[in-house]
């Protein structure tokens, strides 16, 4: 390999890496797992679980590259380092690009498990990227957080046979679950974002009384998914309820320490509302 051939090779390495860091990868890497899992949980076969683990995946690294390509300005202003574009690791037109072609790699992925599922994930889709957009800087940025949690059981279940709706408590939890991961995840940024005159829900709210809020939607989420559906909690429900209950107040109290510890407890929280649907699987159809 040439001198010159190394140099491209590195280059793009470097912009790869860049990519990976600018999609968000956490939250993007829980959304798809837990989503598949739940494709699971109700019966999808293989094919149909694979399709749903592209589809989420295009549509989450879609939402976290737009994201970052539309605050690199702020991002750049308030010296937020860590950030691949403020570092100089790729430039925010290649993170843009990125965002709109996994954008439409997500269309064709979605429709491939039928149109009204598709329509489902797209309508949650598009409510993440009006939400990146400027929807996240007025009172209503909580909306689509819950549009987009909530969509995710109507395209798991109207991808199967005969196109179920899903069952209501499923869809009321997951908007309740969307509600809590955004309180949590702008909890730590708040200060940031008042400077820069970014105004959602939560900045309106205040730091303090959204770290006290940001629980109470997520334990919510739980004892719909514990006891809405039919038949008896049992042992299993109850110690879900009691696990949540510790990574919520955990989350809560760690929060001075770590910044991102609310933000986790919610995806823990979810992780344990689909552990609670893989045992209630046929219960997630209407």
């Not at 605050?71 to 380092?81: E, K, W």
């Amino acid at each position: 390999m040439t001198g010159g051939e190394a140099a491209r090779v590195s280059g793009l390495l470097r912009v790869a890496g860049g990519l990976a860091r600018a999609c968000h990868p956490g939250p993007t890497v829980a959304v798809t797992s837990l989503v598949t899992a739940l494709a699971v949980a109700s019966g999808r076969d293989a094919a149909g679980c694979a399709l749903v683990a592209a589809a989420v995946l295009t549509g989450q690294l879609s939402v976290g590259w737009c994201n970052d390509a539309v605050d690199a300005r702020l991002d750049v202003a308030a010296g937020r380092s860590g950030k691949p574009i403020v570092d100089g690791v790729v430039g925010a037109r290649t993170v843009r690009n990125a965002a709109f072609a996994a954008l439409l790699l997500c269309v064709p992925l979605s429709l491939a498990s039928g149109l009204l599922a598709g329509a489902a994930h797209l309508i949650g889709v598009g409510a993440a990227w009006a939400y990146d957009l400027g929807v996240k800087a007025t009172i209503w940025s909580w909306l689509p957080y819950a549009v987009g949690f909530g969509s995710l059981p109507a395209f798991v279940t109207l991808g199967l046979p005969g196109h179920p709706w899903p069952a209501w408590w499923a869809v009321a939890a997951g908007a309740l679950l969307g509600c809590g991961a955004h309180l949590a995840n702008v909890l730590p940024d708040i200060p940031h974002d008042l400077a820069a005159g970014v105004r959602g829900w939560p900045q309106r709210l205040g730091a303090e009384r959204t770290r006290l809020l940001a629980p109470l939607p997520l334990l919510a989420a739980t004892w719909l998914l514990v006891f809405a559906p039919p038949g008896d909690a049992g042992a299993a429900g109850w110690l879900a309820v009691a696990v949540t209950g510790v990574m919520v107040v955990a989350g809560t109290l760690l929060h001075g320490r770590a910044a991102r510890a609310p933000f986790a407890a919610a995806i823990g929280v979810a992780a344990v509302g689909v552990l609670v649907l893989l045992a209630n699987g046929p219960a997630l159809t209407a």
